[in-house]
T-cell receptor
Framework: GDSVTQMEGPVTLSEEAFLTINCTYT??????LFWYVQYPGEGLQLLLK?????DKGSNKGFEATYRKETTSFHLEKGSVQVSDSAVYFC???????????FGTGTSLTVIP | DAGVTQSPTHLIKTRGQHVTLRCSPI?????VSWYQQVLGQGPQFIFQ???????GRGNFPDRFSARQFPNYSSELNVNALLLGDSALYLC?????????????FGPGTRLTVT
């Protein structure tokens, strides 16, 4: 069946460091891919999405490119801030649009 | 505008009991999905409803059921509770069902089964 695998954390970075959180997926058909973020004390919220191969989702300085050839959707940010400290979840909606799969989450802590 | 609301916030039940969790979607949203999130894990998809019909079901036993009402609110029911059902239950709403539609998550109901 469909699934999402993301790099395990926790990840600790210094402010202004480069961030990559790896995410790979297994899916039949043409899934949509998402990154959700959960800030401390808050609910899950959508960070960015991509709906077809080679699409790039971007928001708040974060980017991820839907790579069908490598079945990946890695999250990147060029310069992280303390306020980016959160748990990040990679997710997919399958080709039917009626099933959803989340990764296990990666905790990011950014230190000043 | 109000976001997705869920009730109750916390709940403690005994093994074998039944529980009903409630969700009100964002105004104008017609689809509601339910997820179970065990501590330290990502959300696991349980159901998706759209226009009162079930559109998708995850890999959960028949003890789990749900329904959506004409006002698009939804209930998740769990029968014969097990200790392993202890988790945060999340509701998410979207304007339409499935695919690339953005889901907006509620704060969740924390269920503890003793």
């Amino acid at each position: 069946g469909d699934s999402v695998t993301q790099m395990e954390g926790p990840v600790t970075l210094s402010e202004e460091a480069f961030l990559t959180i790896n995410c790979t997926y297994t899916a039949t058909g043409y899934p949509s891919l998402f990154w959700y973020v959960q800030y401390p004390g808050e609910g899950l919220q959508l960070l960015l999405k991509a709906t077809k191969a080679d699409d790039k989702g971007s928001n708040k300085g974060f980017e991820a490119t839907y790579r069908k050839e490598t079945t990946s959707f890695h999250l990147e940010k060029g310069s992280v801030q303390v306020s980016d400290s959160a748990v990040y979840f990679c997710a997919l909606s399958d080709g039917t649009g009626n099933q959803f799969y989340f990764g296990t989450g990666t905790s990011l802590t950014v230190i000043p | 505008d109000a976001g997705v609301t869920q009730s109750p916030t916390h709940l403690i039940k005994t093994r074998g009991q039944h529980v009903t969790l409630r969700c009100s979607p964002i105004s104008g949203h017609k689809s509601v999905s339910w997820y179970q999130q065990v501590l330290g894990q990502g959300p696991q998809f349980i159901f998706q409803y759209y226009e009162k019909e079930e559109r998708g079901r995850g890999n959960f036993p028949d003890r789990f059921s749900a329904r959506q009402f004409p006002n698009y609110s939804s209930e998740l029911n769990v029968n014969a509770l097990l200790l392993g059902d202890s988790a945060l239950y999340l509701c998410a709403s979207s304007m339409l069902a499935g695919g690339p539609n953005e889901q907006y998550f509620g704060p969740g109901t924390r269920l503890t089964v003793t």
